[in-house]
DNA sequence: ATGAAAGCGCTAACAT
DNA sequence: ATGTTAGCGCTTTCAT
């Protein structure tokens, strides 16, 4: 069943010559006289030659492939992170291996050391939401596997990263709730251990602030991703709505809980914006033709696999040992739809001017 | 910059023995004492030795990897099909490299010759929508290279396929549309040399003619994906509204064409399905928060991944050349939501009863 | 300008 | 039960 291609050996063997003439004939080196090459080049061509990589990587230690590891590649955010990394990789002749974490510590922990053994030559990074010990991500960059980190970093780890402004994110869309008019505002985050998570609560918390909102803990409810996310969410919400002041208002963190929270409060029968607005983040591409088209904000997902892909290039390719390490910030954008509306009880003077 | 795993000749080293009894020790090896077995193990787990894949594969001849041809991560039923892929491939010790095609001809071509001089074992295959010629991979087939075609197969190649039924797919939509009351269904679809395009086509056919209702080929619209999906809809849909007696229903035959004839008749303040209904294949997981929820033929795309990862590992593994191929269908499902409306006036006796 | 030979890490046929 | 050796396909040093 197995099938056999043509190798250098099989060129030699036909054309007469040695394996190590081939090879170099084939590479273009300048020891081999232009008649030669020219008669190992066009033979190789008709007999579809094509090198085993797996032997070159074996030479050459190295694979020129670099590994991605995602949560999902069924989350828009994702597969658009990887197409960014495709475009770059596959200019620069570098191949993609992608494995999915599913949101699981375990996984990760498999796909990092199958990717590693595997001979990428780098990796690329988003910490799964389970990920609370980043020690066997150290361990391999401190054995000199370079490696970026993209859209969820680990702090404790000194290397390239590419990430968005989360705070700005938290901040502009809980601030946009506010100048609608929106006052009891409701957080939905996720994986506390995660930075992006703390970043954009703050932001949450600052908007609140500088309008004087008073910040109540029992506004914020952290979903943990442990069972069915609609249903964690339900949940959540549920409560939320029990509360004595219900919140008018639902920011949530991330893509999964922003749908989540539209599902649940389409299922419970609430009518978003009017009884309720909602916006999140989300990468998804058919927003606006939800109901209702959402506002929410969106993250850069394709630049941040182009510029996170780069960056591990260089490393990968430098000369000397990079010592120096940048964090690259990309803004995320708030695009304004239906789900948040201008009321217009606020547009009098009830309540301080907002700018 | 580059780190240096542990060999087994370090181990070998480390211990005075041979390679060969390092490698037998590690493998669990009969003709190895169980002493020497533990104490190989044991210091191999002190050292935290991991065999070299890259070796192993020039070695074995095999890379236990399978490669995966996919149109786009960033399409839910293609995303879908992976984690199906995943899933078995995981269990059995395989590992999946995915790749791209942007339905490209091109792509496909260059994905194809990596993968297979990247001696994958196996390859999972889905045609872009722009192949229509197929020898570079009956080629490969012919060398040897176990393929199993999923969801777009060709049929000029001999070998295990799991597809859907694609008539079925297109019977039932648009039978659900005649019995709801619609008269003039319009068909979008895509790449015509797909077999899948031909046989949802032919439903839609078997489907009208089954009611007594008239083939018009100025109803059906062919979407050749060569600029934006959006505007070549749009475009299409233009052309179906200014016909003398424009269609009442679209029956769209792919995920994007769906999405796309939902987003132009938005755009176009066309109200879905007051003023025209859709239907179409789709395996968005929003289906439900859109708006309308939209009426859809929804295909297995995680068990489509499973099947044929299934058989394709059936293939590899197999002792002895496989020669009958089999072709596996599945069956897609039409969930009836609101884009679709059963229309009172053809309850009465005016057009032939329905059952 | 070309060839011979070693070696990347691993496995396995063939000794012993 | 363990060691020796050859070889997977390729690159590269060292001869010639």
């Known amino acids: 069943m197995k099938f056999k291609a043509t190798t250098i050996k099989d060129i030699a063997k036909a054309l007469d010559m040695s394996t190590s003439t081939i090879s170099r004939a084939l590479r273009g080196s300048y020891e081999i006289s232009g008649e030669t090459k020219k008669l190992v080049q066009e033979y190789a061509r008709s007999v579809n030659y094509r090198p085993n990589p797996i032997a070159q990587s074996l030479k050459e230690r190295r694979s020129r492939s670099i590994g991605v590891i995602v949560s999902e590649v069924a989350n ?9 990394i495709e475009s770059i990789a596959y200019s620069r002749g570098y191949h993609v291996i992608i494995s999915q974490s599913h949101e699981s510590y375990e996984r990760e922990i498999t796909n990092l050391n199958y990717l590693s053994s595997r001979s990428v030559d780098g990796l690329l990074l988003s910490l799964s939401s389970a990920t609370k010990d980043v020690s066997h991500i150290k361990a391999l ?3 000199g596997l370079p490696i970026v980190f993209y859209d969820r970093a680990a702090d404790e780890i000194d290397t390239h990263k590419v990430i968005i402004d989360n705070f700005q994110g938290g901040y502009t869309a809980t601030r946009h709730l506010i100048k609608c008019g929106y006052r009891r505002i409701a957080h939905l985050t996720f994986s506390e251990q995660l930075t992006l998570t703390k970043e954009r609560w703050k932001g949450y918390q600052q908007a609140l602030a500088e309008s004087g909102i008073s910040y109540q803990p029992e506004y914020v409810k952290n979903c943990r991703h442990e069972q069915s996310v609609l249903l964690e969410v339900e949940e ?8 004595p002041a219900p919140p008018d208002a639902i920011f949530a963190a991330s893509d999964r809980l922003t749908m989540g929270a539209l599902m649940a409060l389409k299922k419970g029968g609430i009518c978003i914006p009017q009884e309720i607005a909602l916006t999140g983040f989300t990468n998804s591409e058919t927003v606006d033709l939800l109901h209702p088209p959402l506002t929410a904000v969106k993250q850069p997902a394709f630049e941040i696999g182009q510029l996170a892909t780069e960056l591990l290039i260089g490393l990968i390719e430098s000369k000397r040992p990079v010592t120096r390490f940048e964090t690259r910030i990309l803004m995320p954008e708030l695009t304004i739809r239906d789900s ?3 009321l217009d009880r606020y547009q009098n003077t009830l309540y301080p001017k907002l700018t």
Chains 1, 2 share one sequence.
Do not use: P
Not at 76 to 84: D, M
Not at 236 to 243: F, H, K, M, P
């Open 236 to 243: 959540c919400i549920r409560q939320l709505l029990q509360l």
């Open 141 to 143: 960059h401190e054995k």
């Open 340 to 342: 948040t509306l201008q």
């Open 76 to 84: 828009t955010f994702f597969s658009n992170v990887i197409n960014g």
